[in-house]
């Protein structure tokens, strides 16, 4: 299987609501995981509960998808650009738009770091 088609199965398992067997499969015990605001997580443990504690932040996902995925195969590197509609538990509404960029080593991710800004956050639905 080629990087870029496990990176269009680790998004076709989130958007089927199979977050967490993606992430079993496809995310490496040693991964490493960075944030734009500079975080670095360590390993698979880190990076699970940091998950966790998002999605304790979220009051209700309204959808999602994915709206490009690319692949330098000599590299093992993948790019997938995501967004998320949610709703925060303190009521605040927003569509969030991020862009992963994924480091392989044979069939798991070693590296991963998220490109995103939050855009303002509003009570009205997001524009798609």
């Known amino acids: 299987?080629?990087?870029?088609e496990k990176a269009?199965?680790?998004?076709?398992?989130?958007?089927?609501?199979?977050?967490?067997?993606?992430?079993?499969?496809?995310?490496?015990?040693n991964v490493q995981v960075q944030e734009?605001?500079?975080?670095?997580?360590?390993?698979k443990e880190?990076?699970?509960e940091a998950i966790?504690?998002?999605f304790g932040m979220v009051k209700e996902m309204h959808g999602g998808g994915c709206t490009s995925i690319t692949s330098d195969e000599?590299?093992?590197?993948?790019?997938?650009?995501?967004?998320?509609?949610?709703?925060?538990q303190d009521g605040r509404r927003t569509k969030m738009e991020?862009?992963?960029?994924?480091?392989?080593?044979?069939?798991?991710?070693?590296?991963?770091r998220f490109y995103y800004m939050m855009p303002?956050?509003?009570d009205q639905a997001p524009q798609q």
């Open 1 to 4: 299987m080629s990087y870029l």
């Open 8 to 29: 269009r199965d680790l998004q076709a398992k989130i958007a089927n609501g199979q977050l967490w067997e993606a992430f079993e499969q496809y995310y490496a015990d």
């Open 36 to 43: 734009p605001v500079g975080e670095i997580r360590n390993g």
């Open 46 to 48: 880190a990076q699970r």
């Open 52 to 54: 966790q504690q998002w």
């Open 74 to 88: 000599e590299n093992g590197v993948t790019t997938a650009a995501t967004w998320t509609d949610i709703t925060f």
């Open 98 to 112: 991020e862009v992963a960029v994924q480091k392989w080593e044979g069939d798991q991710i070693v590296h991963e």
């Open 120 to 122: 303002p956050m509003g």
